[in-house]
């Protein structure tokens, strides 16, 4: 087996149970109840899109072609079985068995009646980084799987989602099943065996999307190769794509015919799972760049080589299909009669951290032409004032009494209060990008329309100042507290107990191997 078995789309009455494995195999069953009495075949397909390329860990090859020069397709099954007519009151047993090969048992459970107090792990931006082991290594001795009731994992899971290596057996040690299922082995962390207990809940990022089929080199730069999707676009090779994204998990059911967005009800809370991301480009402004201001000197003159900077992939702008469902859903009996409703989205809306930077809107395109018409370059403006998501989106939520909102993206951890709305970034698990005093390209010099205020240097909390931590904040040479947590040593967790209504925060210093995980911020959903 290449993974244990994990739990996703729970019901009041039944839950998903999945798995992966490399071989078909003839015979893939759940067994399960308390005398483990009850059997259930799964369902096998094949992930349509898992390959390995030049650059993955797998094997003996580090990254360095040794197995695999470019990009070569590698099988991966994929098993599900819906277990249902589950007891809400009692967790059951189960196990799962691959023709001969069968997991430890473990123990599921379904959703808990409507009402409960429940509590959820917020996590985010896991790809691979450093920390992501401990930090979830941190979780398990810190929580007990038996009462955590969901996950709920806010964009950027892996790194090239194509790359099958990424999710199951990298072999560096930190793919993302092992981590949340407590069997990594990166810088002496397994992380903890949290799914085969507790079911995921995930949200789509930019490191979750990939882009144009096979015209790429590699697949770190398939994943860079997308376009926005239009009329005239070949629905068999479109602009961009969530395919492997969406064989892997088994998300609710919707309304809208895809799961990219959706909402559910885990005890006394509604949770809402936004699909915001854009492109992301790098922000170099010399002439062989293509990325989030300019198209390259060598492409303007070839249309099929835009990049058209960074674009949004599912508008939420209001009128858009996202914004009216979202709309409508905040206005839904389940929503207004949860007592806690949060909101997860993987792009920052306050944040201290770069990747805020440009504002979430359609890239403005400046064609330049010589006299002859011929284009001589064409670059890319992104208006503040336009920002969808301070713009459209957080009127919405404060109208409609949405207590948390939560994002990752630059790997950090800052929160931010507003209108009775909390903005909370907890994706701190290595490789920070925290803004830090550092600048973007000076922009107006590729041409005048650029508004130098536009590009803030310290991220952009669009107006707020940063909450600092109530308990125990870190700080820094001086003596001054910090209202973040931009570290590659330190780590954070977030828990939502609503119970009370309490978010607590948690970091552990993973440079020191036993050192002590501490509550450094706590507050109230009101």
């Given at each position: 087996?290449?993974?244990a078995?994990?739990?996703?789309?729970?019901?009041?009455?039944?839950?998903?149970?999945?798995?992966?494995?490399?071989a078909?195999?003839?015979?893939?069953?759940?067994?399960?109840?308390s005398?483990?009495?009850?059997?259930?075949?799964?369902?096998?397909?094949?992930?349509?899109?898992?390959?390995?390329?030049?650059?993955?860990?797998?094997?003996?090859?580090?990254?360095?072609?040794?197995?695999?020069?470019?990009?070569?397709?590698?099988?991966?099954?994929?098993?599900t079985?819906?277990?249902?007519?589950?007891?809400?009151?009692?967790?059951?047993?189960?196990?799962?068995?691959?023709?001969?090969?069968?997991?430890?048992?473990?123990?599921?459970?379904?959703?808990?009646?409507?009402g409960?107090?429940?509590?959820?792990?917020?996590?985010?931006?896991?790809?691979?980084?450093?920390?992501v082991?401990?930090?979830?290594?941190?979780?398990?001795?810190?929580?007990?799987?038996?009462?955590?009731?969901?996950?709920?994992?806010v964009?950027?899971?892996?790194?090239?989602?194509?790359?099958?290596?990424?999710?199951?057996?990298?072999?560096?040690?930190?793919?993302?099943?092992?981590?949340?299922?407590?069997?990594?082995?990166?810088?002496?962390?397994?992380?903890?065996?949290?799914?085969?207990h507790?079911?995921?809940?995930?949200?789509?990022?930019?490191?979750?999307?990939?882009?144009?089929?096979g015209?790429?080199?590699?697949?770190y730069?398939?994943?860079?190769?997308?376009?926005?999707?239009?009329?005239?676009?070949?629905?068999?090779?479109?602009?961009?794509?969530?395919?492997?994204?969406?064989?892997?998990?088994?998300?609710?059911?919707?309304?809208?015919?895809?799961?990219?967005?959706?909402?559910?009800?885990?005890?006394?809370t509604?949770v809402?799972?936004?699909?915001?991301?854009?492109?992301?480009?790098?922000?170099?402004?010399?002439?062989?760049?293509?990325?989030?201001?300019?198209?390259?000197?060598?492409?303007?003159?070839?249309k099929?080589?835009?990049r058209?900077?960074?674009?949004?992939?599912?508008?939420?702008?209001k009128?858009?299909?996202?914004?009216?469902?979202?709309?409508?859903?905040?206005?839904?009996?389940?929503?207004q009669?949860?007592?806690?409703?949060?909101?997860?989205?993987?792009?920052?809306?306050?944040?201290?951290?770069?990747?805020i930077?440009?504002?979430?809107?359609?890239?403005?395109?400046?064609?330049?032409?010589?006299?002859?018409?011929?284009?001589?370059?064409?670059?890319?403006?992104?208006?503040?004032?336009?920002?969808?998501?301070?713009?459209?989106?957080?009127?919405?939520?404060?109208?409609?009494g949405?207590?948390?909102?939560?994002?990752?993206?630059s790997?950090?951890?800052?929160?931010?209060?507003?209108?009775?709305v909390?903005?909370?970034?907890?994706s701190?698990?290595?490789?920070?990008?925290?803004?830090g005093?550092?600048?973007?390209?000076n922009?107006?010099q590729?041409?005048?329309?650029?508004?130098?205020?536009?590009?803030?240097?310290?991220?952009?909390?669009?107006?707020?100042?940063?909450?600092?931590?109530?308990v125990?904040?870190?700080?820094?040479?001086?003596g001054?507290?910090?209202?973040?947590?931009?570290?590659n040593?330190?780590?954070?967790?977030?828990?939502?107990?609503?119970?009370?209504?309490?978010?607590?925060?948690?970091?552990?210093?993973?440079?020191?191997?036993?050192?002590?995980?501490?509550?450094?911020?706590?507050?109230?959903?009101?």
């Open positions: 087996m290449l993974t078995p994990f739990l996703q789309n729970p019901t009041p009455t039944s839950v998903v149970v999945s798995w992966f494995t490399e078909k195999c003839d015979k893939n069953v759940v067994i399960y109840g005398d483990m009495q009850c059997t259930k075949s799964a369902q096998s397909a094949q992930l349509s899109r898992m390959r390995e390329d030049q650059n993955s860990y797998i094997g003996l090859q580090d990254g360095n072609g040794k197995l695999h020069q470019s990009p070569t397709p590698r099988t991966i099954w994929k098993h079985a819906l277990l249902g007519n589950l007891s809400s009151t009692d967790r059951t047993p189960y196990k799962v068995v691959s023709d001969a090969t069968e997991s430890k048992v473990y123990t599921l459970a379904p959703l808990k009646p409507v409960s107090a429940v509590r959820l792990l917020l996590t985010s931006d896991h790809q691979l980084f450093p920390n082991s401990a930090n979830l290594q941190k979780v398990g001795e810190h929580i007990s799987t038996d009462h955590l009731d969901a996950i709920f994992c964009g950027d899971l892996v790194n090239v989602p194509d790359r099958a290596s990424e999710w199951f057996d990298d072999n560096r040690g930190g793919a993302f099943f092992p981590c949340l299922q407590g069997t990594a082995s990166f810088g002496g962390y397994t992380g903890a065996a949290l799914l085969q507790t079911p995921l809940y995930p949200v789509l990022g930019n490191h979750d999307i990939m882009g144009r089929f015209r790429s080199p590699d697949l730069a398939e994943m860079n190769d997308t376009v926005p999707i239009t009329k005239d676009t070949n629905k068999d090779d479109p602009g961009w794509n969530t395919i492997s994204y969406d064989e892997i998990f088994t998300l609710p059911e919707t309304t809208h015919g895809h799961s990219r967005y959706y909402a559910v009800t885990v005890g006394n509604r809402i799972c936004l699909f915001v991301c854009n492109a992301w480009r790098p922000a170099g402004t010399d002439p062989e760049t293509s990325g989030r201001f300019k198209e390259s000197a060598a492409d303007v003159h070839v099929d080589q835009w058209h900077g960074q674009f949004i992939f599912e508008p939420i702008h009128g858009s299909v996202q914004y009216n469902w979202l709309a409508e859903e905040l206005q839904s009996d389940e929503c009669q949860s007592k806690f409703r949060v909101v997860l989205l993987h792009h920052p809306m306050h944040t201290l951290g770069q990747n930077v440009p504002a979430f809107t359609d890239p403005v395109p400046l064609v330049v032409k010589d006299d002859a018409g011929k284009i001589k370059s064409v670059h890319y403006t992104y208006p503040r004032q336009d920002d969808h998501l301070m713009r459209d989106l957080a009127p919405l939520l404060e109208a409609h949405v207590q948390l909102v939560v994002f990752g993206h790997h950090l951890w800052n929160r931010f209060a507003d209108k009775g909390n903005y909370l970034e907890t701190n698990v290595g490789k920070t990008n925290f803004a005093g550092r600048k973007v390209p922009c107006e590729l041409d005048p329309a650029f508004v130098a205020d536009d590009y803030p240097a310290d991220g952009d909390p669009n107006g707020l100042t940063p909450v600092v931590p109530t125990a904040p870190l700080r820094d040479e001086a001054e507290v910090q209202p973040y947590l931009a570290s040593n330190w780590t954070a967790f977030t828990i939502l107990d609503t119970d009370s209504g309490t978010v607590s925060s948690y970091r552990f210093d993973t440079s020191i191997r036993d050192s002590e995980t501490i509550l450094f911020d706590q507050f109230q959903l009101a």
